[in-house]
Nanobody, 122 residues
Framework: VQLQASGGGLVQAGGSLRVSCAASGITFSSYAMGWFRQGAGSEREFVAGVSWNGGRTLYADSVKGRFTISRDNAKSMVYLQMNSLKPEDTAVYYC????????????????WGQGTQVTVSS
Protein backbone atom coordinates (compact mmCIF):
# COMPACT_ATOMS: atom_id res chain seq x y z
CA VAL A 1 0.00 0.00 0.00
CA GLN A 2 1.29 3.42 -0.89
CA LEU A 3 -0.15 6.89 -0.41
CA GLN A 4 2.01 9.43 -2.19
CA ALA A 5 1.35 13.06 -1.28
CA SER A 6 2.62 15.85 -3.49
CA GLY A 7 2.06 19.48 -4.37
CA GLY A 8 3.34 21.20 -1.27
CA GLY A 9 5.49 24.29 -1.43
CA LEU A 10 6.00 27.87 -0.38
CA VAL A 11 3.17 30.35 -0.87
CA GLN A 12 2.42 33.83 0.39
CA ALA A 13 -0.41 34.50 2.79
CA GLY A 14 -3.68 34.84 0.91
CA GLY A 15 -2.51 32.54 -1.84
CA SER A 16 -3.68 29.12 -2.93
CA LEU A 17 -2.17 25.68 -3.24
CA ARG A 18 -3.49 22.24 -4.12
CA VAL A 19 -1.98 19.13 -2.62
CA SER A 20 -2.66 15.71 -4.09
CA CYS A 21 -2.42 12.15 -2.89
CA ALA A 22 -2.08 9.13 -5.17
CA ALA A 23 -3.12 5.79 -3.72
CA SER A 24 -2.03 2.35 -4.82
CA GLY A 25 -2.29 -1.14 -3.40
CA ILE A 26 -5.79 -0.64 -1.98
CA THR A 27 -9.32 -0.71 -3.35
CA PHE A 28 -9.44 3.05 -3.24
CA SER A 29 -13.22 3.39 -3.56
CA SER A 30 -13.69 1.31 -0.40
CA TYR A 31 -11.92 3.87 1.77
CA ALA A 32 -12.78 7.25 3.16
CA MET A 33 -9.82 9.59 2.78
CA GLY A 34 -8.57 12.25 5.10
CA TRP A 35 -6.01 15.01 5.22
CA PHE A 36 -4.15 15.75 8.43
CA ARG A 37 -1.42 18.23 9.20
CA GLN A 38 1.32 18.61 11.75
CA GLY A 39 3.07 21.89 12.42
CA ALA A 40 6.40 22.23 14.18
CA GLY A 41 5.98 21.39 17.85
CA SER A 42 2.32 20.52 17.37
CA GLU A 43 0.30 17.35 17.38
CA ARG A 44 -1.14 15.94 14.18
CA GLU A 45 -4.59 17.38 13.57
CA PHE A 46 -7.50 16.53 11.31
CA VAL A 47 -8.00 18.93 8.41
CA ALA A 48 -10.60 17.40 6.09
CA GLY A 49 -12.18 14.10 5.13
CA VAL A 50 -14.23 12.72 2.26
CA SER A 51 -16.41 9.62 2.15
CA TRP A 52 -15.74 6.72 -0.19
CA ASN A 53 -17.93 8.14 -2.97
CA GLY A 54 -17.32 11.82 -2.34
CA GLY A 55 -20.86 12.33 -1.12
CA ARG A 56 -19.93 13.52 2.33
CA THR A 57 -17.15 15.82 3.48
CA LEU A 58 -15.97 16.99 6.86
CA TYR A 59 -13.73 19.91 7.76
CA ALA A 60 -11.94 21.24 10.77
CA ASP A 61 -13.38 24.57 11.88
CA SER A 62 -10.04 26.26 11.23
CA VAL A 63 -10.20 25.52 7.48
CA LYS A 64 -13.92 25.53 6.81
CA GLY A 65 -14.77 27.82 3.90
CA ARG A 66 -11.13 27.99 2.74
CA PHE A 67 -10.20 24.37 1.99
CA THR A 68 -11.99 21.88 -0.24
CA ILE A 69 -11.37 18.15 -0.29
CA SER A 70 -12.28 16.08 -3.33
CA ARG A 71 -11.50 12.69 -4.81
CA ASP A 72 -11.35 10.93 -8.15
CA ASN A 73 -11.94 7.22 -7.69
CA ALA A 74 -11.12 6.47 -11.33
CA LYS A 75 -7.61 7.83 -10.75
CA SER A 76 -7.30 6.76 -7.08
CA MET A 77 -6.54 10.36 -6.16
CA VAL A 78 -7.60 12.68 -3.38
CA TYR A 79 -7.03 16.42 -3.42
CA LEU A 80 -7.01 19.29 -0.99
CA GLN A 81 -7.55 22.71 -2.51
CA MET A 82 -6.35 25.35 -0.08
CA ASN A 83 -7.35 28.97 -0.59
CA SER A 84 -6.82 32.10 1.48
CA LEU A 85 -3.84 30.48 3.12
CA LYS A 86 -2.59 31.82 6.43
CA PRO A 87 0.82 31.46 8.11
CA GLU A 88 -0.81 29.21 10.71
CA ASP A 89 -1.59 26.72 7.92
CA THR A 90 2.13 25.99 7.68
CA ALA A 91 2.61 22.28 8.35
CA VAL A 92 3.41 18.93 6.86
CA TYR A 93 0.21 17.66 5.25
CA TYR A 94 -0.54 13.93 5.30
CA CYS A 95 -3.18 11.94 3.49
CA UNK A 96 -4.67 8.88 5.11
CA UNK A 97 -7.15 6.12 4.28
CA UNK A 98 -9.87 4.86 6.60
CA UNK A 99 -11.95 1.74 6.02
CA UNK A 100 -14.30 2.87 8.80
CA UNK A 101 -15.43 6.13 7.24
CA UNK A 102 -14.53 9.74 7.93
CA UNK A 103 -13.33 10.21 11.47
CA UNK A 104 -11.41 12.93 13.27
CA UNK A 105 -9.29 10.43 15.17
CA UNK A 106 -6.00 9.79 13.42
CA UNK A 107 -5.63 6.45 15.23
CA UNK A 108 -8.57 5.03 13.27
CA UNK A 109 -6.94 5.50 9.87
CA UNK A 110 -5.43 2.40 8.31
CA UNK A 111 -2.82 3.80 5.95
CA TRP A 112 -0.75 6.98 5.81
CA GLY A 113 1.27 8.83 3.22
CA GLN A 114 4.68 10.35 3.81
CA GLY A 115 3.55 13.98 3.94
CA THR A 116 4.21 17.10 1.92
CA GLN A 117 5.42 20.40 3.36
CA VAL A 118 3.26 23.50 3.00
CA THR A 119 4.81 26.78 4.09
CA VAL A 120 2.83 30.02 4.12
CA SER A 121 4.85 33.20 4.44
CA SER A 122 3.43 36.38 5.94
Amino acid sequence: VQLQASGGGLVQAGGSLRVSCAASGITFSSYAMGWFRQGAGSEREFVAGVSWNGGRTLYADSVKGRFTISRDNAKSMVYLQMNSLKPEDTAVYYCAASYRGIVYNANIYDYWGQGTQVTVSS
